[in-house]
């Protein structure tokens, strides 16, 4: 994965960041469309039900669970803040395979906060703060400005099926709830 800027952010050489990956196995027995944290304000769409969860935390542990929450193996993560990018691999055997046809992937990307709050991510306030993400850059008084800033999806980043926007996707103001849908393997 290649972020914008990946600078070393308190000590971190992962930077501040919360990636989450979502697998879903269209074999996998259990399944679930929640997000990682219950906080999160977006759930997955049926058809992208994840059965193994990969999370590579800036600070933290990394996560490698089934829908249970229950460890199935070991994230190996490294990252390079020249290149921007966070590499992360598991074992395919614990992963369920090898990914092929009909898998898909919900990619999400959001900032980290370990010490704040028990879902692991930085808050969302009104307008930007020392340590929290704006929902606008000044509340003008438009609806996604107006919005409750812990009911908006607690993500900056997502990867979007072929066909669909980043802007659409995320829009808490015509999606209520947000559902995010995977790409898959065709």
Not at 13 to 25: F, I, K, P, T
Not at 87 to 108: E, I, N, R
Request: with cysteine.
């Amino acid at each position: 994965m290649q972020t914008k800027d990946l600078t070393p952010t308190f000590g971190s050489v992962d930077g501040a960041q919360l990636a989450d990956v979502y697998v879903h196995n269209p074999s996998a027995a259990a399944t679930s469309t929640a997000s990682s944290y219950p906080g999160m304000n977006y759930g997955l769409a049926s058809g992208a039900a994840w059965n193994r969860l990969i999370e590579v935390q800036g600070f933290g542990n990394q996560r490698f669970v089934d829908p249970a929450d229950s460890n199935v193996g070991t994230v190996t993560s490294a990252a390079n803040f020249i290149t921007r990018y966070i590499t992360f691999s598991v074992d395919k055997t614990a992963l369920g395979g090898t990914p092929g046809t009909g898998w898909g992937f919900t990619v999400t990307l959001t900032g980290q906060d370990g010490t704040h709050g028990t879902d692991q991510t930085r808050a969302f306030t009104a307008t930007p703060g020392g340590y929290t993400f704006g929902v606008c850059t000044n509340n003008d008084g438009t609806a996604p400005c107006t919005a409750d800033p812990n009911a908006v999806p607690k993500t900056m980043d997502v990867l979007t099926p072929a066909g669909v926007t980043q802007a659409d996707e995320l829009n808490y103001i015509t999606h209520n709830p947000v559902v995010l849908r995977d790409v898959t393997i065709p």
